[in-house]
């Protein structure tokens, strides 16, 4: 399996086994699967400490009558894979893990899984987890290209595809992965990495610990990007774009505005570079 440096975040939680205690976790995300619709090739790779382990899958349609805007919150260690597609219709399918101590403990913790959506409001919920026993939700969601979403993650990777509607998506940590989108995105983690490719709308993208990677297309339209990071840290562009462009170090932190025409992607990270590189 290839795994992409910059989209993994490792999640680790307390690792003892003993009382007031949560098992560890771990969680890692490769970008080569994000097209796979299905659970068993998910993205995002999470596993515990907990020796049995219990898995279950499934379809629902998600009604988008009367929502102007699909709000997706993740379980505490799940990731969100969200990709826009041409149809009327919002699809969403459920991967839903449990661990513990015993199988029979595990399958009881996985029937006390669920995952509501009401009023286009989409989240996990489930019992409480200790020291015996923990439980996570992957979600995979197509939705209409020009649909609206805001998507919120705490220990879980965001990746997003294919989008014409705004965008919103936050993390806790965990990365963030956006592509081939057109409308107009914020996106923020606190601890994480940010991945940008073939964007074309106005975006604005922030980090306070992890880089930000821009990939631009060749051929296409010229954007115009302003980068920031702290004075620690360089802004690397090796796109053609480039070449009449460097750096400047004001108050502390180093800019880099690359001008164009629209759209305006604004990028800024805290302790972790800026690399803007084009593709063929």
């Not at 997706?72 to 041409?86: K, L, Q």
């Not at 403990?105 to 020291?131: C, F, K, M, N, Q």
């Not at 990777?157 to 992965?177: D, F, Y």
């Amino acid at each position: 399996m290839r795994t992409a440096p910059l989209f993994v975040a490792a999640v680790l939680v307390t690792a003892p086994l003993f009382a007031a205690q949560r098992p560890l976790i771990v969680t890692s995300q490769d970008r080569s699967l994000l097209t796979i619709d299905d659970c068993a090739h998910f993205y995002t790779l999470t596993s515990s400490s907990l020796p049995a382990q219990a898995q279950a899958e499934e379809q629902r349609a998600v009604p988008l009558a009367g929502i102007d805007v699909l709000h997706v919150r993740a379980s505490d260690e799940g990731g969100v894979s969200i990709r826009g597609w041409d149809r009327p219709v919002a699809r969403l399918t459920v991967c839903k893990y449990a661990v513990a101590l015993t199988q029979m403990d595990a399958e009881r913790t996985l029937r006390s899984v669920a995952v509501t959506v009401h009023s286009g409001d989409i989240r996990p919920r489930g019992p409480e987890v200790d020291a015996t026993r923990t439980w996570w939700v992957h979600l995979i969601l197509r939705v209409p290209r020009n649909a609206a979403i805001d998507v919120a993650s705490a220990n879980g990777g965001i990746a997003i595809r294919n989008m014409a509607g705004r965008v919103t998506a936050r993390a806790t940590n965990g990365g963030i992965s956006l592509a081939s989108c057109e409308g107009t995105s914020r996106i923020s983690t606190e601890n994480g990495g940010i991945s940008l490719e073939n964007i074309t709308g106005h975006t604005e993208a922030t980090t306070l610990n992890g880089p930000i990677s821009i990939k631009l297309q060749s051929g296409s339209s010229r954007p115009t990007i302003e980068a920031r990071t702290d004075d620690a840290n360089e802004i690397r562009c090796r796109a053609k774009i480039c070449m009449d462009a460097q750096p400047t170090h004001s108050g502390g932190a180093n800019f880099l505005r690359i001008a164009g025409a629209l759209p305006i992607v604004r990028l800024s990270t805290g302790n972790a570079p800026i690399l803007i590189d084009q593709v063929r």
